[in-house]
């Protein structure tokens, strides 16, 4: 049974990761600040189904905050693997607010960046948006298009 931490595990993507995980035996410590980027209760629900679930612990932490991410990556074994999906989504909500992307987006993940090196964490997987893909008119997209 492998241990692996799971950023964004209130989101849509990261719920749906992290289930898919421990049905495959796996133990799973889920990441979320459960900030107001969409409807707090729909997280709540996502993570009570996560809850129920033997293998699942949730850990309340912010990924902008380094000495968060640190501590808790200073409980126990580390993770065999971190699955970064904590982000800010939107295009017009970073227009308003560029300051709370760059820190959740940039500085979350490389506060989580360190904290492999330093723990020596062999895998990192990091989803990005669907908004990297660039001006085309192709369907359905692929990672390997441009997104100039």
Same mark, same amino acid.
Request: hydrophobic residues 40%; negative net charge; contains cysteine.
């Given at each position: 049974?492998?241990?692996?931490?799971?950023? &964004? $595990?209130?989101?849509?993507? &990261?719920?749906?990761?992290?289930?898919?995980?421990?049905?495959?035996?796996? #133990? $799973?410590?889920?990441?979320? /600040?459960? %900030? /107001?980027?969409?409807?707090?209760?729909?997280? !709540?629900?996502?993570?009570?189904?996560?809850? !129920?679930?033997? &293998?699942? #612990?949730?850990? =309340?932490?912010? $990924?902008?905050?380094?000495?968060?991410?640190?501590?808790?990556?200073?409980?126990?074994?580390?993770?065999?693997?971190?699955?970064?999906?904590?982000?800010?989504?939107? $295009?017009?909500?970073?227009?308003? %607010?560029?300051?709370?992307?760059?820190?959740? %987006?940039?500085?979350?993940?490389? %506060?989580?960046?360190?904290?492999?090196?330093?723990?020596?964490?062999?895998?990192?997987?990091?989803?990005?948006?669907?908004?990297?893909?660039?001006?085309?008119?192709?369907?359905?997209? =692929?990672?390997?298009?441009?997104?100039?």
């Amino acid at each position: 049974m492998t241990h692996i931490l799971v950023t &964004g $595990v209130a989101g849509f993507i &990261g719920s749906r990761v992290a289930a898919r995980l421990l049905e495959l035996g796996h #133990r $799973v410590v889920g990441v979320d /600040d459960f %900030n /107001d980027s969409c409807d707090p209760r729909l997280k !709540q629900w996502r993570v009570a189904q996560l809850e !129920q679930q033997e &293998g699942f #612990r949730l850990a =309340r932490v912010d $990924v902008r905050d380094r000495e968060a991410v640190q501590g808790l990556l200073a409980e126990g074994e580390p993770p065999a693997a971190i699955v970064h999906l904590a982000a800010r989504a939107g $295009v017009r909500p970073s227009v308003a %607010n560029p300051w709370i992307y760059f820190e959740t %987006n940039v500085t979350g993940t490389l %506060n989580l960046l360190r904290q492999c090196q330093e723990r020596e964490i062999p895998k990192f997987v990091l989803a990005s948006t669907s908004s990297v893909y660039g001006d085309t008119r192709s369907m359905p997209f =692929r990672e390997d298009m441009p997104t100039d």
